[in-house]
């Protein structure tokens, strides 16, 4: 069956570019979330959204980091003006509410 | 900051049981413990929760104890394919704090 579809699966980028992720979730969850993992550490929370609300960005690390779900199915995350430490991999999840999160594979982002 | 403290790593032979201890402590009366699996270059794969009694599926059984304040997760038969990042949670309402988890190792 088809699980959380994250894309591209690597990314790299110049420090000043913007950078799009894009996230496909299981078909019908309507809870979707952002999180960055730096080499070595457990994911972070970046960001929630319920159907196309987005009800909490309080991990979102700058106003650089920008996530939408316009239509509550597929999400972007933009990051504007990359920097070196922006690097990590992106991971994406998603779910019913209050249910076991499944995640995609995520976005290693490079930072040149 | 995770809720939870886990050892940062372990051994386990292959063929015999793997038990990931959890201390959480502070845990309040309407959070349940989850347990996820990180291998590499991979998403973090939910393995099983629970609330206050133990619970069994496919994967792996969870024993959580009485006060609540620390709990085990146990593969019953470890194979190499179970050598993960497996992280222990506390989770309350949606979203996810990761800790840094125990990296478990299967030894042939």
């Known amino acids: 069956g088809a699980g959380v579809s994250q894309s591209p699966r690597y990314k790299v980028a110049k420090r000043g570019q913007d950078v799009a992720l894009r996230c496909d979730p299981i078909s019908g969850h309507v809870s979707l979330f952002w999180y960055q993992q730096a080499l070595g550490q457990g994911p972070e929370f970046l960001t929630y959204f319920q159907n196309e609300a987005q009800l909490d960005k309080s991990g979102l690390p700058s106003d650089r980091f920008f996530a939408e779900r316009p239509e509550g199915s597929v999400s972007t995350l933009k990051i504007q003006r990359t920097q070196q430490e922006d690097s990590a991999v992106y991971l994406c999840a998603s779910s019913f509410p209050s249910q076991p999160q499944h995640f995609g594979d995520g976005t290693r982002l490079s930072i040149l | 900051d995770a809720k939870t403290t886990q050892p940062p790593s372990m051994d386990c032979a292959e063929g015999r049981a793997a038990n990931l201890p959890c201390n959480h402590s502070t845990i309040s009366g309407n959070e349940y413990v989850y347990w996820y699996r990180q291998i590499h270059s991979q998403g973090p794969q939910y393995i099983i929760h629970?609330?206050?009694n133990n619970e069994t599926n496919e994967m792996a059984s969870l024993i959580i104890t009485e006060d609540r304040k620390s709990s085990t997760l146990i593969l019953p038969h470890a194979t190499l394919r179970d050598t993960a990042v497996y992280y222990c949670i506390v989770r309350g309402d949606d979203k996810i704090i990761f800790g840094k988890g125990t990296r478990l190792h299967i030894l042939p």
């Open positions: 629970g609330l206050k």
